[in-house]
């Protein structure tokens, strides 16, 4: 099955930038679209965007469009969310997900990384 591997978490400054990577392993030819979430401590999972790994198209939270941006490395099997001018409320645990190809839901899910922006 697919698995995923999140990387590029840390401490990083109010207005600083981080570049999260997802690494796709397994039968990533069943997957249709790849999307980041994250939790804070204390709330809920929040959609954060999404890249349809076919064709590239991307869709973001309103809390992060502007500042974070999505790519795909197909031939890396790797998804990318780069984050700009972060926030302290940007502070959570990040985790990406795939959605296989008629699915209605993430299928599978990394292990999360870590941001946390200092103020």
């Known amino acids: 099955q697919v698995q995923l591997v999140e990387s590029g978490g840390g401490l990083v400054q109010a207005g600083g930038s981080l570049r999260l990577s997802c690494a796709a392993s397994?039968?990533?030819?069943?997957?249709?679209?790849v999307g980041w979430f994250r939790q804070a401590p204390g709330k809920e999972r929040e959609y954060v965007a999404y890249i349809h790994w076919s064709a590239g198209s991307t869709d973001y939270a309103d809390s992060v469009k502007g500042r974070f941006t999505i790519s795909r490395d197909k031939s890396k099997n790797t998804v990318y969310l780069q984050m700009n001018s972060l926030k302290s409320e940007d502070t959570a645990v990040y985790y990406c997900?795939?959605?296989?190809?008629?699915?209605?839901?993430?299928?599978?899910w990394g292990q999360g990384t870590q941001v946390t922006v200092s103020s």
């Open positions: 397994g039968p990533t030819f069943v997957i249709y679209r």
């Open positions: 997900a795939a959605r296989h190809i008629g699915s209605i839901t993430y299928d599978h």
